[in-house]
């Protein structure tokens, strides 16, 4: 049996409420868009507790932040890290949870004067969530070879303002050469984000994979006209055939297999006596079956156009972001889940239905994630919870998954 509570509570819970004070939204919540002043400060402050925890800290020109800690050989490091970057009204866990705990298994590794066969290394990816900076995932996507810097750089937020100047901006954009090298594996710990661990009353989730993600873009073009004396026959509605669009994809797409979202709207002239003329929508596509995403993709696609047609209203699509399923490294799932029942902790072997940036590290090493309950299943709104108790069992979970793949 090995010595539980081997990490330093106080310690990891005052890093935590300090991440909960910055960018702090009422509700309990945060608002720390990716590259904003906020995630400037929270960068700041990980920064100094880096530094202070003796950690080499480098940034890549995207803006990802290493913090290298030394072994006694100079291997390919065991690399643990998630995101500080959270949705405009989110929570306190999604991404700061995996942050904070990699730096407080340094602190714990230092605290016992443990020296560990390879090197370890610490990771902020940057724009994780995709919220400001779309499509998600960038930091990681980009030295994933997904997606190429320029298109990075070039993304735009919703004022105009692209990725780079806002990473000039905040001063963070390091250098391409500080880039994620060779490792032997990654570890990313994060809230499970739906309800399945509470349910089962499980302590640790052993995460297997992550389903495939497919974002599409739509504008419908009808016509704006005045609200009274346009017969209803007459009219071209934009955000009416959104309606039936919306309603048929949740009957005829959406299934147990296949979550079909509707997330974002603008209507233009937006105003209560106009008639809509256009609507930009987006539809989030998910599955574990890419087989059965890619057939609810078109379907989503074909019902757009169909209903469109009916309503004489012009239709725009984009393919803004598609992202297989992909499985983790089974013999680092194996390591956390041996870990977690000899610290006594219940487990299960479990999917992932949230995109994470282990996805994209998956594509250049062996790869593996950690998943804490979440108290009623919810996350990415500002009563996101996970119980200290669960906190601190991931933590101790993933210190000695570490422990044990740092001295492979
Ligand atoms: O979209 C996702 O699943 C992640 O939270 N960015
Ligand atoms: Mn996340
Ligand atoms: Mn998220």
Known sequence: MVTVNTINEERLFRMLSKSSETGAIPGNGLRRLALSDQDQEMRNIYKEWCEEAGLKLRIDDLGNMYARREGKNNLPPVVVG??????????????????LLALEVVQTLNDNGIETERPLEIVNFTNEEGVRFEPPMLGSGGIAGVFDQAYVYSRK??????????LER??????????????????????????????EDKQIGV?????????????????????????????KDALMAAAEIMNQLE???ATTDITVTVGKISVSPNSVNCV???????????????KLR???????????????????????MTELWETEKIDFDSSITEVIENRATELGYSSKRML??????????????????????SVNGKSHVPSELTLDRDIVSGANTLYHTVLTLSNE
């Open 157 to 166: 937020d919703a004022d105009g303002f692209s990725f780079l100047e806002e």
């Open 170 to 199: 905040i001063g963070y954009k390091g250098e391409e050469g500080n880039r994620l090298g060779d490792f032997h594996s990654f570890l990313e710990l994060h809230i499970e984000q739906g309800p399945i661990l509470e349910g």
């Open 276 to 290: 809509p003329g256009e609507v930009h929508f987006t539809v989030d596509i998910r599955s574990a079956n890419d």
């Open 82 to 99: 998630s995101h500080l970057d959270t949705q405009p009204a989110g929570g306190r866990f999604d991404g700061i949870l995996g942050v």
């Open 352 to 373: 992932s239905g949230a995109g994470h940036d282990a996805k994209y590290v998956n594509n250049l090493g062996p790869t593996a994630m950690i998943f804490v309950p």
């Open 207 to 235: 995460v297997e994979g992550v389903q495939g993600i497919s974002w599409l873009e739509v504008t419908l073009k009808g016509e704006a006209d005045h609200a009274g004396p346009t017969p209803m026959h007459l009219r």
């Open 294 to 316: 890619k057939q609810a993709f078109e379907g989503t696609k074909h019902t757009i156009r169909r209903v469109s047609e009916d309503r004489e209203v012009r239709v725009e």
């Open 251 to 253: 009957k005829d797409i």
